[in-house]
């Protein structure tokens, strides 16, 4: 039990600045009090995470949601809360000018325009000390015939040649896939197929991001994470959760048992060794519970699969395996699963001098009540802003 508390201990989760403003479905964006209106309150709400948790000291940024003038200051002010600056995320999805695509777009002048933005994204990693750059691109097209598929995967490996020769050599960037949404007829990094053949040609500054929520009802996200880790192709996650599509929820919410296997596989192939340089992101948007909160719990969430794949007994499951005891390999794996380790994690975060609870503590600290009363006036953040 030592040896898994330890292994806990250095676990470090990332939040999402995004997902501390108003969020929603595409059809509705719910405003709550208190939230933040620039990126400085956005990071004093993720501190907040961090200090009830004890595991989350990165913040993603992304640009322009989180554009200021002064990097520099940002990263400082994040350093006096007691986190630091994470991935830096690209947005080329939201310009009217990116309507048939950025990156793999018909023409050269938005080509360039989407380019341009990706290596200003590099020089933000450089103000701030990141060393992640995470790249998604809703780019596709809608219609067959619209344009040709195999040009447009062209225009993407040049783009993607370009920023990876931008980065500096402790820096890398991770390649994340949709499998549809916004472009339904296809869509030009759909699969974790398509992102590890681009990042396979690149070389080891590129990785694969595995977003929990980009897949079909029923794929095996295990098999591809053992996939990549295998090839040492996986970079990051970007946990949440999802019911039909890209639902965006908290993470364990839909199907904590699939969150399990997942970190098995982590677990059992290295890639939570504190060397592999895999990271661990939260991607979610609280569309009608509270903010921080919902970070907390995802959090925690991520902790309790994390112990639980932890548990599992190595020796006694490879030993089952050889022996083609398919029931017996299955009951080490439940028997690991349906372990309740809250009481262990309570006694852990004890240890490290926090509350047992941290939803609670939370609570009980009017952190909520005070930036409600303080945060009166001006833009909130969200969605484009």
């Excluded at 676990?11 to 600045?17: N, R, V």
């Excluded at 989350?56 to 994040?78: C, E, F, Q, T």
């Excluded at 019911?243 to 699939?258: H, I, K, R």
């Excluded at 921080?292 to 499951?317: C, F, Y």
């Amino acid at each position: 039990m030592n040896d898994i508390k330890a292994a806990l201990r250095r676990q470090s989760i990332e939040t999402p600045s995004w997902a501390y403003g108003n969020s929603g479905t595409r059809f509705k964006v719910f405003a709550q009090e208190g939230v933040p209106r620039d990126p400085y309150e956005k990071l004093a709400d993720a501190a907040q995470v961090h200090a009830f948790t004890g595991t989350a000291p990165r913040v993603s940024l992304h640009i322009p949601w989180d554009k200021v003038d002064d990097y520099g200051d940002l990263a400082r002010h994040a350093t006096d809360l007691g986190v630091r600056i994470g991935a830096i995320n690209a947005n080329v999805f939201q310009d009217d000018d990116y309507r048939l695509g950025s990156v793999t777009n018909p023409d050269p002048a938005v080509r360039r325009k989407a380019l341009d933005h990706l290596l200003e994204c590099v020089d933000i990693m450089d103000h701030t000390g990141s060393d992640t750059l995470k790249l998604w691109f809703s780019d596709g097209t809608n219609y067959p015939g619209q344009d040709d598929i195999r040009a447009r995967q062209d225009r993407l490996a040049e783009a993607l040649s370009a920023v990876y020769d931008r980065l500096g050599g402790d820096q890398s960037f991770l390649l994340e896939y949709k499998f549809f949404e916004p472009a339904f007829y296809t869509t030009d990094v759909p699969d974790w197929g398509t992102a590890y053949a681009h990042c396979l040609r690149l070389g080891p500054k590129a990785q694969v991001v595995v977003d929990t929520g980009h897949h079909a009802p029923g794929t095996n996200i295990e098999f591809i994470v053992a996939f990549l880790l295998r090839e040492g192709k996986l970079g990051a996650f970007d946990f949440n959760s999802r019911f039909y599509a890209d639902d965006d929820l908290m993470v364990g919410a839909a199907d904590p048992f699939q969150l399990f296997r997942i970190m098995y596989e982590v677990v059992r192939g290295g890639g939570y060794d504190p060397d592999s340089g895999v990271a661990f992101m939260l991607d979610q948007c609280h569309n009608i519970e509270p903010k921080i909160p919902g970070q907390i719990r995802s959090v925690m969430n991520v902790q309790e699969a994390t112990a639980k794949a932890l548990l599992v007994d190595g020796d006694a499951l490879a030993a089952a395996q050889a022996a083609g005891d398919v029931l017996g390999a299955n009951a080490v794996l439940m028997d690991a699963y349906n372990t309740d380790v809250r009481p262990m994690l309570a006694e852990l975060r004890e240890e490290q001098g926090l509350a047992r609870d941290p939803m609670a503590a939370y609570a009980r600290s009017g952190y909520a009540e005070k930036i409600r009363a303080e945060r009166v006036g001006g833009r909130q953040a969200g969605w484009g802003a």
